[in-house]
């Protein structure tokens, strides 16, 4: 079994990720080392990884476990492992319920490296006030969390829900850009076919269950995207983004 990952504010030789002692010793405290020590019940021998979620992590040993919610570790030489290329954005549709945090964990688990949450016009939730601040900060630990489970060391970003417009602009901004559809005579056929890019940004947009409206898609098209289909099945929103990001990391060779 590989070695759990934990997550630290700040790794020795600057930037973000815990605190470190002398000698290479590192105490992991706080929520993750109550959760090392009191549910995972590391001890002494025991390997780990530590990261700051950005990229920069590190392989440890566990030295002891001190009280309920301290572990003593002695640290490797720290690593940042480089953002891997292309890199690879799903703009969400907001879905029901909990279907979100699905979404996000297994986009988080397949390998994506940022996440737009997407106020669609046939959304029917909406991210309003305290509403969307809580479901947004969910869609973030639950990143977080998954990037952990998946051994992951740099963890996607999830930003701020966005527009219609806003999400043109991204898309205006990428090197291939798609939207995934669901009418098989609509677009530019599989997107299993398209020519991709062998790096800069891949920007996929993943419609709400009731589908992309032709608005939307008129905006999107202008500003540089393609409509593109996945397969002979109709998937939902929450499972859609995973599979058409799986396909891209086997195309570009990230999977390789």
Request: aromatic letters at 4%; proline letters at 5%; charged letters at 25%.
């Amino acid at each position: 079994m590989t070695a759990p990952v934990f997550v630290v504010d700040e790794l020795p030789g600057g930037g973000q990720g815990g605190r470190s002692g002398q000698g290479g010793r590192f105490v992991l405290d706080g929520p993750e080392g109550r959760h090392a020590v009191s549910v995972k019940r590391l001890r002494a021998g025991e390997e780990i990884v530590l990261t700051d979620g950005a990229g920069r992590w590190a392989p440890g040993e566990v030295v002891a476990a001190e009280g309920k919610d301290q572990l003593v570790v002695s640290l490797g030489e720290v690593t940042e492992e480089p953002a891997e290329e292309p890199r690879i954005t799903v703009v969400q549709a907001l879905p029901k319920g909990d279907r979100g945090e699905l979404a996000v964990e297994t986009m988080t688990e397949t390998g994506v490296d940022a996440i737009v949450p997407w106020a669609a016009s046939r959304c029917i939730t909406q991210w309003k006030g305290d509403r969307g601040a809580k479901a947004l900060a969910k869609w973030r630990a639950t990143a977080r969390e998954a990037g952990k489970q998946s051994r992951r060391v740099r963890f996607p970003e999830v930003a701020e829900a966005a527009t219609t417009r806003q999400v043109a602009e991204l898309v205006a901004r990428a090197d291939f850009a798609a939207v995934l559809h669901e009418d098989r005579d609509y677009g530019s056929g599989p997107l299993a076919t398209a020519e991709l890019p062998s790096s800069g940004e891949i920007v996929l947009v993943v419609g709400p269950e009731g589908g992309v409206s032709p608005q939307e898609l008129a905006v999107f098209e202008e500003a540089g995207a393609k409509a593109y289909r996945l397969g002979r099945t109709v998937l939902r929103t929450s499972t859609a983004g995973t599979a058409a990001t799986a396909l891209l990391l086997g195309r570009t060779g990230r999977w390789s």
